[in-house]
Nanobody
Framework: VQLVESGGGLVQPGGSLRLACAASGFTFSRYVLSWYRQAPEKERELVATITTITTGGARTYYADSVKGRFSISRDNGKNTVYLQMNNLKPEDTAVYYC?????WGQGTQVTVSS
């Protein structure tokens, strides 16, 4: 299994970024996918989760701190999960990780600063 994140960078407060996680080595459509983040000297925390796509569509979950600002989505045809981040705040600064089953990506740095 391989998870490769991309899309991080430096952005000003109020700005937007879209993270992507390209997955391989497993049947992507069958698994729940999540984004986590870890800020300096803090524990890793769950940001958002997306379930598999069923008749009613995929369900999503968000941490309270990002509700209304972040959106998780998946493209099973591209084996990729996305995290659209809008209205970014300095407290969103962290390394963002993609996760599925017991696997983690290498992380991508997001820095929100003026």
């Amino acid at each position: 299994v391989q998870l490769v994140e991309s899309g991080g960078g430096l952005v000003q407060p109020g700005g937007s970024l879209r993270l992507a996680c390209a997955a391989s080595g497993f049947t992507f459509s069958r698994y729940v996918l999540s984004w986590y983040r870890q800020a300096p000297e803090k524990e890793r925390e769950l940001v958002a989760t997306i379930t598999t796509i069923t008749t009613g569509g995929a369900r999503t979950y968000y941490a309270d701190s990002v509700k209304g600002r972040f959106s998780i989505s998946r493209d099973n045809g591209k084996n990729t999960v996305y995290l659209q981040m809008n209205n970014l705040k300095p407290e969103d600064t962290a390394v963002y990780y993609c996760h599925t089953q017991s696997y983690w990506g290498q992380g991508t740095q997001v820095t929100v600063s003026s």
